[in-house]
């Protein structure tokens, strides 16, 4: 079993910066991928980047390309992704997800563990 609780989120004016962090809880979760998600008002969940569970593989959504980075400390249990020249388009709530198969990619419903979700605002 795996739980995830993330933070980081708040507000920012357009083309900031924000570094979102996932902690999970479980021995195991060093051999988890792991992805993040968000979902802006009124809208689906969006994907937006995943890791594998050695931390060799990634892939972005590409709204978010070459402006975002996921990384993980397994050392730490903790995930984060790194956003830059953020933009209003960017606001949404962010979810951490991780689950034990190879590679969830980009669909939601892949993987078995979310954590609450924090909430990021981007200004104009």
């Known amino acids: 079993q795996v739980q995830l609780v993330e933070s980081g989120g708040g507000l920012v004016q357009a083309g900031g910066s924000l570094r979102l962090s996932c902690a999970a809880s479980?021995?195991?979760?060093?051999?988890?991928?792991v992805g993040w998600f968000r979902q802006a008002p009124g809208k689906g969940r969006e994907f937006v980047a995943v890791?594998?569970?050695?931390?060799?593989?990634?892939y972005y959504a590409d709204s978010v390309k070459d402006r975002f980075t996921i990384s993980r400390d397994n050392a730490k249990n903790t995930v984060y992704l790194q956003m830059n020249s953020l933009k209003p388009e960017d606001t949404a709530v962010y979810y951490c997800?991780?689950?034990?198969?190879?590679?969830?990619?980009?669909?939601?419903?892949?993987?078995?563990?979310w954590g609450q979700g924090t909430q990021v605002t981007v200004s104009s």
């Open positions: 997800a991780a689950d034990a198969s190879t590679w969830p990619g980009m669909i939601a419903s892949n993987y078995n563990y």
């Open positions: 479980g021995r195991t979760f060093s051999s988890y991928a």
């Open positions: 890791l594998n569970w050695r931390g060799g593989i990634t």
